[in-house]
């Protein structure tokens, strides 16, 4: 069983649900190691005290807010409670919004909620009631040292606990240079969308997440197991040459493309499209005359 990260409860109304946070993600991230390339030993960090260059014992070590240069404010564990008891006990939901209205933009990282011991009516009454509702519960929580907005989802027979990013740390899109929403602006015919539509819909299936896996690590483990056969544990891979840069015509022939990944083959004389990287269409040269 995972450690709980999180104890509190829920709050909504006069209704409090007893909680455990724990993680929901498992993190299969190549572990690396970083080491010396002149031989190959591994690096170290050292906790040290940069007055007297000591090594410093993780029971030495307390949190400081440095409030002007080399003065700091000490808050221990009980001081950052004291700060807001109620805010780093409760998730405390604001309010239920439509599931679909929260953009996938600011999802960040998810938590299942357990309930406690005496809470596990009240919590099933809030999962049935996000899950006939369609709604998610936006609520706030303080978790280490920050206040975090999130999202309480309905999933399965859990509620995922998704913290959510804040509106300011997302890069709005107004600066980007992006196509123009309109298919006649952005260059598209109804020919490319209808084929295009016919792609997805014969590659649609239903979601079975056990089928997607991390194949680039296991080739990274095979690339691995492979120096270790051939005793180049110490063989340092040089870098290939950059490929030569293809000069780009800005041509692309949506309809042959399409018509091939669809499985059919493309007519031999195929209109050749300009991609719609501008709305502005340059003239057509002029053609020499016979001699």
């Known amino acids: 069983m995972a450690r709980a990260l999180w104890k509190g409860a829920i709050s909504f109304g006069l209704v409090h649900i007893p909680v455990e946070l724990i993680s929901a993600s498992l993190d299969h991230e190549l572990d690396l190691s970083m080491l010396d390339r002149r031989d190959f030993a591994p690096i170290g960090y050292k906790r040290y005290n940069k007055q007297t260059g000591k090594d410093v014992e993780w029971d030495d070590i307390i949190k400081g807010y440095e409030y002007k240069t080399d003065e700091y404010v000490v808050l221990s564990e009980e001081d950052l409670r004291q700060a807001n008891v109620k805010a780093t006990q409760t998730i405390d939901i604001l309010a239920f919004v439509d599931a679909l209205e929260v953009p996938l933009t600011f999802y960040e990282h998810p938590y299942y909620l357990l309930p406690a011991k005496g809470g596990e009516k009240v919590y099933a009454l809030l999962r049935e009631t996000l899950r006939k509702a369609n709604k998610v519960g936006i609520a706030s929580v303080v978790m280490r040292t920050k206040q975090h907005l999130c999202a309480l989802v309905c999933v399965g027979d859990a509620i995922v606990l998704n913290t959510l990013r804040y509106a300011d740390e997302l890069r709005p899109t107004d600066d980007l240079d992006l196509p ?38 296991e080739d990274v483990l095979a690339l691995v197991k492979k120096k270790i056969k051939a005793k180049q544990t110490k063989t340092i891979t040089p870098p290939a040459p950059e490929p030569a840069e293809e000069q780009d015509s800005n041509v692309i022939d949506l309809v042959a493309l399409l018509q091939q990944s669809l499985g059919k083959k493309a007519p031999a004389a195929a209109p050749r499209k300009r991609a719609a990287a501008s709305t502005a269409r340059k003239p057509a040269p002029a053609r020499r005359k016979a001699a």
């Open 180 to 217: 123009d929403s309109s298919l006649k602006a952005a260059g598209i015919s109804d020919k490319e969308l209808k084929m295009a539509l016919s792609l997805v819909e014969g590659m649609s299936e239903a979601w079975e997440p056990g089928q997607y896996h991390d194949s680039y690590r």
